[in-house]
T-cell receptor, first 111, second 113 residues
Framework: EPEVTQTPSHQVTQMGQEVILRCVPI?????FYWYRQILGQKVEFLVS????????KSEIFDDQFSVERPDGSNFTLKIRSTKLEDSAMYFC?????????FGPGTRLTVL | GESVGLHLPTLSVQEGDNSIINCAYS??????FIWYKQESGKGPQFIID?????DKRQGQRVTVLLNKTVKHLSLQIAATQPGDSAVYFC????????????FGQGTRLTINP
């Protein structure tokens, strides 16, 4: 069964450093998303991506964040200068039509 | 603003019993609702979905009910098993926009042996 994959599973970084979180969406899906979940809280939408451009983004997704689909399979989230409050689980999701399927997440720890 | 919330943060049931998890939503423009299950350290796992033109949908051991009059969504799990222990989130999607999901806070379901 096809699934969304994410790497790495855990990323530890120093405050101010850049991180890139990687995702491989389900192959025939057209919409891609990033969400985050701070420990113990609900899942929050960050950004959606369709046809090689951002279609919607939340207030959380400020200038420190960017997304890219560098090739036909990968979808990346870059945080340019990490802050302590960026520590969270980051989930990638993709959909072909309605149902969004989520990856296992990357736990980002900013020290 | 839009919000999706859950009535109870925790729910404990005996193994084999049925469980009902509730969710209230506030955005009447939402056209699609999903229930996700999240186990510790994992991503949200799709359970069942329902469109706004339906009021009930059944899956394997799970049923979702949608009451648009009171903006209420529920997930019924029949004959609960230990593997059902997890946090359950409801999520809604607006008709307009890029299909982002708005999640509720989650209910932790614990199945007691």
């Amino acid at each position: 069964e096809p699934e969304v994959t994410q790497t790495p599973s855990h990323q530890v970084t120093q405050m101010g450093q850049e991180v890139i979180l990687r995702c491989v969406p389900i192959s025939n899906h057209l919409y891609f998303y990033w969400y985050r979940q701070i420990l113990g809280q609900k899942v929050e939408f960050l950004v959606s991506f369709y046809n090689n451009e951002i279609s919607e983004k939340s207030e959380i997704f400020d200038d420190q964040f960017s997304v890219e689909r560098p090739d036909g399979s990968n979808f990346t989230l870059k945080i340019r200068s990490t802050k302590l409050e960026d520590s969270a689980m980051y989930f990638c999701a993709s959909t072909g039509r309605d149902t969004q399927y989520f990856g296992p997440g990357t736990r980002l720890t900013v020290l | 603003g839009e919000s999706v919330g859950l009535h109870l943060p925790t729910l404990s049931v005996q193994e084999g019993d049925n469980s009902i998890i509730n969710c209230a939503y506030s955005n009447s423009a939402s056209d699609y609702f999903i229930w996700y299950k999240q186990e510790s350290g994992k991503g949200p796992q799709f359970i069942i979905d329902i469109r706004s033109n339906m009021d009930k949908r059944q899956g394997q051991r799970v049923t979702v009910l949608l009451n648009k009059t009171v903006k209420h969504l529920s997930l019924q799990i029949a004959a609960t098993q230990p593997g059902d222990s997890a946090v359950y989130f409801c999520a809604e999607r607006e008709i307009q926009g890029a299909q982002k999901l708005v999640f509720g806070q989650g209910t932790r379901l614990t199945i007691n042996p």
